[in-house]
């Protein structure tokens, strides 16, 4: 008998999640496995959802990753630290909430940028922030955020245009906003790129398109690269572990 797996989110345009699950199945011969997307344009829908389907799993995506909290049984440790949930599992009647981003990014953070011991800058304070800050704290990475207002834990853009010499103690920069996401390719965050050198390492979340703008910017000025195409396919691996524990 299949499982019934899905993706709630709104709004919700073309899913990597339902193509990346749909392949997996095809390749395990999970022939009668499903995966759906649930575009609810509220979460007051949710209990319908989960009564109407007989579901083993969900991803979550925006804008429901924290307040999908207050309908959970628990929380795992995963979520917990980050106080946002992108991954539920339904086991026995019990909804439990996980976060695959965070696990997900410091392994891929880990494998880029080795054992160096870095600053880092933290560009955007949204929930893909929370996830990145939990890995750094895990990993014992010092680091300061930067926002478009600058607040008492954060630096705003404008305050590093003004001193660009910062960028010297910052050898670690990741990008957690949506700037340079396609359609907008044009758009990146604004930061001194001419005082990034080869010693620097840029992490964009963004997958879409491979190379950014700030990447781009970074690639230009020597530093080193990465992505958010490996950190997606991780977490997606990640709940897919969890629902079959
Ligand atoms: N690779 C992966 O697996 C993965 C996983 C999760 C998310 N992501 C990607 O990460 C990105 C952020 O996700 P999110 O859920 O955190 O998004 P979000 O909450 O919409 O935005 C994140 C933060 O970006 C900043 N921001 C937004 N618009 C901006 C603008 N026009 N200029 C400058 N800063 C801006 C804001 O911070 P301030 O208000 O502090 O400036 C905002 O809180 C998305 O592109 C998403 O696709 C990738």
Redesign the pocket.
């Known amino acids: 008998m299949g499982q019934h797996f899905g993706l709630i989110g709104y709004p919700l345009g073309h899913s990597f999640s339902q193509g990346y699950f749909q392949k997996k199945f095809e390749k395990l011969g999970l022939v009668d496995n499903t995966y759906s997307t649930f575009e609810l344009s509220s979460l007051n829908e949710f209990p319908r959802l989960i009564q109407s389907k007989k579901l083993a799993g969900l991803n979550v995506t ?1 804008p429901y ?1 924290q307040d999908i909290i207050s309908y959970l049984d628990s929380l795992d440790v995963s979520a917990e630290k980050v106080g946002a949930v ?1 991954v539920i599992k339904f086991s026995n009647d019990r909804l439990i909430g996980y976060n695959t ?1 965070y696990p ?2 410091k392994k891929s953070l880990r494998e880029f940028i080795g054992q160096i011991e870095c600053r880092a800058l933290v ?7 929370k ?1 990145v800050i939990a890995s750094l704290e895990d990993l014992s990475i010092e680091f300061h ?5 600058a607040t008492a834990n ?1 630096f705003s ?1 404008e305050q590093i245009m003004l001193k660009p010499e910062m960028l010297e103690e910052y050898k670690l920069i990741i990008n ?4 340079g ?1 396609s359609p907008n390719l044009n ?1 990146f ?1 604004s930061l001194p790129y001419e005082n990034l050198t080869s010693s620097h390492f840029l992490f964009d ?3 879409n398109p491979e190379i950014t703008m700030f990447l781009k910017k970074g690639k230009q000025a020597g530093s080193q690269v990465k ?3 490996e ?2 396919h ?2 997606a691996d990640l709940a897919w572990d969890i629902w079959n524990a």
């Open positions: 925006i990753k992108n981003d997900a990014f560009l955007g304070t949204g929930g893909a922030s996830a955020q930067v926002s478009r207002i954060a853009y957690t906003t949506p700037l996401m758009t965050p979340l963004v997958y992505n958010g195409l950190m997606l991780l977490q």
